[in-house]
Structure formats: C-alpha cells, structure tokens
C-alpha cells in the first residue's frame, strides 16, 4: 500500500503560480508512475500530467506550456509547477501513483483556487 500526502495548495491571482508537492510514504521502486489529476467542480476528473520513473512526460493540452512536472525518485515526491494559473485551472487537485500507469494510488487531494 502506498499513501500519497499532498502540500501547497492555495488561493492565487490569474497569472501568478503555485507548486505542488506530494511524497509517498513508503520507498517503493516499483512505483514507476507519478502523477496529477485534476476535477473542477461539477466536471469529471481529469489528467493533469503524470511522469515516468525514466523522466517520460505527458501532459494535458490545456497546460502545456504552463505545468511542469518533476519528480525526485531518492525522495519518492512528485512535483507540479504551476505558471499563469487561469481561473479555469480552479480544481483539487490529486497526486496520483502506480507501477504500470499512474491511478493505482490516489491522495486526499488540494484545492487550488484562482481568482479573475
């Protein structure tokens, strides 16, 4: 069983920035995926971005540009820097792990709020 703890959520202005952390509670090598998913309310959850052991990204069209993900495997934390946040980007946010993709473990979520 893995447990993800999230951290550094919060209230933003339109362009400011934001970044995410999340450490799992075990050293486990057979976490290959880390990731982030995202659910605005009353939308279905969504893929932020997740990124592979190997440093493999993928991202979501509507962050591109502006999220970048990163990951420190000694420490077993996934990170999320989030640039010219949009009121849209409003969301919890989920870190998310697994071995052969990256929903197997979910936290508790942050919430991200960013105001016009």
């Known amino acids: 069983q893995v447990q993800l703890v999230e951290s550094g959520g919060g209230l933003v202005q339109a362009g400011g920035s934001l970044r995410l952390s999340c450490a799992a509670s075990?050293?486990?090598?057979?976490?290959?995926?880390m990731g982030w998913y995202r659910q605005a309310p009353g939308k279905q959850r969504e893929l932020v971005a997740y990124?592979?052991?190997?440093?493999?990204?993928v991202y979501a069209d509507s962050v591109k540009g502006r999220f970048t993900i990163s990951r420190d495997n000694a420490k077993n934390t996934v990170y999320l820097q989030m640039n010219s946040l949009k009121p849209e980007d409003t969301a919890d946010y989920y870190c998310?792990?697994?071995?052969?993709?990256?929903?197997?473990?979910w936290g508790q979520g942050t919430q991200v709020t960013v105001s016009s």
């Open positions: 075990v050293s486990d090598f057979s976490i290959n995926y």
């Open positions: 990124i592979h052991r190997s440093g493999y990204t």
């Open positions: 998310t792990s697994g071995k052969v993709g990256p929903t197997a473990y």
